[in-house]
């Protein structure tokens, strides 16, 4: 149990357009779900906390106009880039925090790997 | 505010060897500390955790960790390498406060030998 997906697994746009990546949690319920992005062997840097029915709540840096999250129901989070760029270009993981789940454990989906030409 | 230290970029360790990847951090209270590990283009595998309890926490794969408050540690260990255990490992940290997210190190690479 607790697995989290992501979709796509990989996407190649062209600059200017809007890319939507998905993250499930497939078989629990989560409230909240984070956002994080890793660049080439550096770590994961939290991007955004996306709790279901409220707007996300963004680290500092993070531009929410850019990097729009949705979080619509328990299952799904929703990440939207737009108007890519180059500099856009990573590794996009997302979290799932298990609703009452033992220690509000998190789980990590696969990854989704942006390249924007 | 909440950090996490770790010190080596990459550890090398012939296999059979034992290994250690290091972790100190920097919260106020009593966090949740974790180990994932990353393979190339992968997501994050947990490996394990420390909540509360016994200070020594084994989690999967053979690996180990020691919880040290006065040190402040959590270093990862296993007893003997194996060739596949070669990844990124990333120690973790979060606040016992519900919804808050995990604070990831930057990461050790590590490297076993055959």
């Known amino acids: 149990g607790a697995v989290v997906s992501q979709h796509p697994s990989r996407v190649i746009c062209k600059s200017g357009t809007s890319v939507k990546i998905e993250c499930r949690s497939l078989?629990?319920?989560?409230?909240?779900m984070f956002w994080y992005r890793q660049f080439p062997k550096q770590s994961l840097m939290l991007m955004a906390t996306?709790?279901?029915?409220?707007?996300?709540?963004?680290e500092q840096g993070v531009e929410k106009d850019k990097f729009l999250i949705n979080h619509a129901s328990l299952t799904l989070s929703t990440l939207t880039v737009t108007s890519a760029h180059p500099e856009d270009s990573s590794f996009y993981i997302c979290?799932?925090?298990?609703?009452?789940?033992?220690?509000?454990?998190?789980?990590f989906g696969p990854g989704t790997r942006l390249t924007v030409l | 505010a909440q950090s996490v230290a770790q010190p080596e970029d990459q550890v090398n360790v012939a296999e059979g060897n034992p290994l250690t990847v290091k972790c100190t951090y920097s919260?106020?209270?009593?966090?949740?500390l974790f180990w994932y590990v990353q393979y190339p283009n992968r997501g994050l595998q947990f490996l394990l955790k420390?909540?509360?309890?016994?200070?020594l926490v084994k989690g999967s794969y053979g690996f180990e960790a020691e919880f040290n408050k006065s040190q402040t540690s959590f270093h990862l260990k296993k007893p003997s390498a194996l060739v596949s255990d070669s990844a990124l490992y990333f120690c973790?940290?979060?606040?016992?406060?519900?919804?808050?997210?995990?604070?990831f190190g930057k990461g050790t690479t590590l490297s076993v030998s055959s």
């Open positions: 979290s799932a925090k298990r609703t009452g789940g033992v220690y509000n454990e998190q789980f």
């Open positions: 078989d629990f319920q989560a409230t909240t």
């Open positions: 996306s709790n279901e029915g409220s707007k996300a709540t963004y």
């Open positions: 919260v106020s209270g009593n966090p949740y």
């Open positions: 420390y909540i509360t309890g016994d200070n």
């Open positions: 973790a940290v979060r606040d016992r406060q519900a919804g808050t997210a995990l604070i």
